[in-house]
């Protein structure tokens, strides 16, 4: 078996569709869902699919390294909605084994403080006639890890920032589960 973390800090529809993905897949499996939140609602998500919860204290995730003791066995870690900067350590830790969904076609509209709204708020200021998601991988910096996959879609002038928002959360529940098995899958058996 091939066992994912998945870190989310919020309501965690990413999440949802991929550990529905994965129900009983034959070699991949959601194994455990972190989260900084204690409150966030993708942990009662993973309860109720039986998944093991682990809730992140930021004092001991940016200054020990206790986290990697629960990450053993992890063969990749999906940020879906995870708002804090990776460490050092869990990058050195999994290279190339940890990744990251985007709501816009990076190198745009990434960096600190670019995520969830105020992401779908600049291309809006802008005025962007397309926006997108980007799957990449994770390194020490916010959003700048090398592309694995990204697909657009087109605005229309008339399309708020909700709006917008709601044409890429589809896109990302259209490919996120399925880009991740194809790495899982291809890049990672031998
Ligand atoms: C997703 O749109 C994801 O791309 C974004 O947070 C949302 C989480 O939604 N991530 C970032 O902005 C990271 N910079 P969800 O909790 O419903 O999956």
Known sequence: MQRIAIF??????????????????????VNLVVSNKATAPVLDMAAAHGIPTLVLKRSSFYETEELLAQLRGIDLIVL????????????RHFPRKIVNIHPALLPKYGGKGMYGKYVHQAVKAAGEAESGITIHYVNEHYDEGRVIFQESCSLEPEDDAEAIAQKVLALEHRHFAPVIEQLLTINYRS
């Open 8 to 29: 989310a800090s919020g309501t965690g529809s990413n999440a949802r569709k991929i550990v529905e993905h994965f129900k009983g897949h034959p070699s991949i499996e």
């Open 80 to 91: 879906a909605g995870f708002l804090w900067l990776i460490p050092d350590y869990l990058v």
